[in-house]
């Protein structure tokens, strides 16, 4: 099971740090992404990052705004249309930005860009 933090309300433009953490066991040997959902869209994988961190990659929506780590997600430059619920998700692959390549899933952090 994965918990994650920091969602909230912020203007456009604003920034926001999401944290994943694992309530039980650790996320070392597993890869991570952030996928979001928002209102009315299918799930979107906005940003994933390789067991070692050398490889990550990034949504086109969402390329050179957000930053990934093994412990955040650092989300700059925020527009009305990142507004969704935040996943973070975990797989035992060393990499992947493929959604269903993700079986272990938190209950999501509400993040809300609006002035």
């Known amino acids: 099971q994965l918990v994650e933090c920091g969602g909230g309300l912020v203007q456009p433009g604003g920034s926001l740090r999401l944290s994943c953490g694992a309530s039980e066991g650790s996320l070392d040997y597993k890869s991570i992404a952030w996928i979001r959902q928002a209102p009315g869209k299918e799930r979107e994988l906005v940003a994933g990052?390789?067991i070692n961190g050398d490889l990550e990659d990034y949504a086109e929506s969402v390329r050179g705004r957000f930053t990934i780590s093994r412990a955040y997600l650092q989300m700059n430059g925020l527009k009305p249309e990142d507004t969704g619920v935040y996943y973070c998700?975990?797989?035992?692959?060393?990499?992947?930005?493929?959604?269903?390549?993700?079986?272990?899933w938190g209950q999501g952090t509400q993040v809300t860009v609006s002035s």
């Open positions: 998700a975990a797989s035992s692959g060393y990499y992947s930005m493929l959604i269903g390549d993700f079986s272990t």
């Open positions: 990052i390789s």
